[in-house]
């Protein structure tokens, strides 16, 4: 699975979008862009995947750069309870078996 | 509701003990993980099942064994032999594995005294 770089951590203000990169040179054509967030002792919870195109749902927004090497999770109103580690993640599935590869991911903290 | 269950939430066990943590779903998935986490790090694979009656070493299966005999479970034991047990323990599912997206239980944290 190809290595994620992630700023160590990143503020918000309450309201404001949060905008977190992630940068994946070394992908790979069939590989996913998975992003998940961990708020502390919780399971990680999925938020959001994909290949090539950007891709939105009612939890956040992926944008993907066309050369594929890096992409930005986009939560439009972050609120005091999207305070969580989020983690990028590629995923090739086939031989990796659906290994995810966690790295240590970005503290998000968003304050009033 | 849908969903993985992990019990207990927490686990206190003596040093050389044998302990096994539940892992449960409802989601029809076939295939199903178990992640170990320590404090400030990232998840690590110990263990997969893709299929009922089959599972596969992660990256640190050392110390630790787990059966498949029903599709939706998937325990996890960790034995005396694993060095190093105290740890936050993760089991997620997946329909098929390979791309399919892998959804998380709460998790078990385990505490050898």
């Known amino acids: 699975d190809a290595k994620t770089t992630q700023p160590p951590s990143m503020d918000c203000a309450e309201g404001r979008a949060a905008n977190l990169p992630c940068n994946h040179s070394t992908i790979s054509g069939n590989e996913y862009v998975y992003w998940y967030r961990q708020i502390h002792s919780q399971g990680p919870q999925y938020i959001i995947h994909g290949l090539k195109n950007n891709e939105t749902n009612e939890m956040a927004s992926l944008i993907i750069t066309e050369d594929r090497k890096s992409s930005t999770l986009i939560l439009p109103h972050a609120t005091l309870r999207d305070t969580a580690v989020y983690y990028c993640i590629v995923n090739a599935g086939g031989t990796s078996y659906g290994k995810l590869t966690f790295g240590q991911g970005t503290i998000l903290t968003v304050h009033p | 509701d849908g969903g993985i269950t992990q019990s207990p939430k927490y686990l206190f066990r003596k040093e050389g003990q044998n302990v096994t943590l539940s892992c449960e779903q409802n989601?029809?998935?076939?295939?199903m993980y178990w992640y170990r986490q320590d404090p400030g790090q990232g998840l690590r694979l110990i263990y997969y099942s893709q299929i009922v009656n089959d599972f596969q070493k992660g990256d640190i299966a050392e110390g630790y064994s787990v059966s498949r005999e029903k599709k939706e479970s998937f325990p996890l034991t960790v034995t005396s032999a694993q060095k190093n047990p105290t740890a936050f323990y993760l089991c997620?599912?997946?329909?098929?594995?390979?791309?399919?997206?892998?959804?998380f239980g709460p998790g078990t944290r385990l505490t050898v005294l």
């Open positions: 997620a599912s997946s329909m098929r594995g390979g791309r399919d997206t892998q959804y």
């Open positions: 989601l029809n998935h076939d295939a």
